[in-house]
């Protein structure tokens, strides 16, 4: 199994700030890896893939970078509806996701 | 617009078969382009990938589930299907269907997601 872990697992901003989020593969999985923003009681929406690939209709304050074993997702500009939880998901092997970061309003 | 809609069984016992369907609408579950995907989430947990299908009925679980596990398609309802047996408590969750693409995939269209909740 590849295991994926996010960093951190609760973020507290405000409005405005540009946060980074972190995940981390157990191996490398290249650049096979997404990003998603679940709300409350919502299924996830993807956001990024292929590692830095931004999906038709998301906003470019979302970014991603990384390949290997590390990955970022920045959102470079928090708005209201950016406070959600983000989760990083590998498909290079089976499919796996990492546990999640909640980021909360500050 | 692509849609993904579950439905089923919200309460199975425990040791029963849990059986959703997720129809889709707006596209084609015929197109070779396309895989199709159950993912599954506890309540207040993460999110666990159970399997998929392409339209050729060709199939790839994940290898925690794959004894219990069981994904069907119908063309001619443009449905897919899931069936998990001998389900435990460990198996309540929200369970989405996903449209992926073709191996390696992420998901771009998911369902809305339907709560099964196994108790006696």
């Known amino acids: 199994d590849i295991q994926m872990t996010q960093s951190p697992s609760t973020l507290s901003a405000s409005v405005g700030d540009r946060v980074t989020i972190t995940c981390r593969a157990s191996?490398?999985?290249?650049?096979?890896l997404a990003w998603y923003q679940q709300r409350p009681g919502k299924a996830p929406k993807l956001l990024i893939y292929?590692?830095?690939s931004l999906e038709s209709g998301v906003p470019s304050r979302f970014s991603g970078s990384g390949s290997g074993t590390e990955f970022t997702l920045t959102i470079s500009s928090l708005q209201p509806d950016d406070f959600a939880t983000y989760y990083c998901?590998?498909?290079?092997?089976?499919?796996?996701f990492g546990q999640g970061t909640k980021l909360e309003i500050k | 617009q692509l849609q993904l809609q579950e439905s089923g069984s919200g309460l199975v016992k425990p040791s029963q078969t849990l059986s959703l369907t997720c129809a889709v609408s707006?596209?084609?579950?015929?197109?070779?382009?396309?895989?199709w995907s159950w993912i599954r989430q506890p309540p207040g947990k993460g999110l666990e990938w159970i399997g998929y299908?392409?339209?050729?009925?060709?199939?790839y679980y994940n290898p925690s589930l794959e004894s219990r596990v069981t994904i069907s398609i119908d063309r001619s309802k443009n449905q897919f299907s899931l069936k998990l047996i001998s389900v435990t408590a460990a198996d309540t969750a929200v369970y989405y269907c996903?449209?992926?693409?073709?191996?390696?995939?992420?998901?771009?269209?998911w369902g809305h997601g339907t709560l099964v909740t196994v108790s006696s």
């Open positions: 292929k590692a830095s």
């Open positions: 191996q490398s999985i290249s650049s096979w």
């Open positions: 299908i392409y339209h050729t009925g060709s199939t």
């Open positions: 707006g596209g084609s579950i015929s197109s070779g382009a396309y895989s």
């Open positions: 996903a449209r992926g693409v073709t191996a390696p995939t992420y998901f771009a269209f």
């Open positions: 998901q590998q498909y290079s092997r089976d499919y796996t």
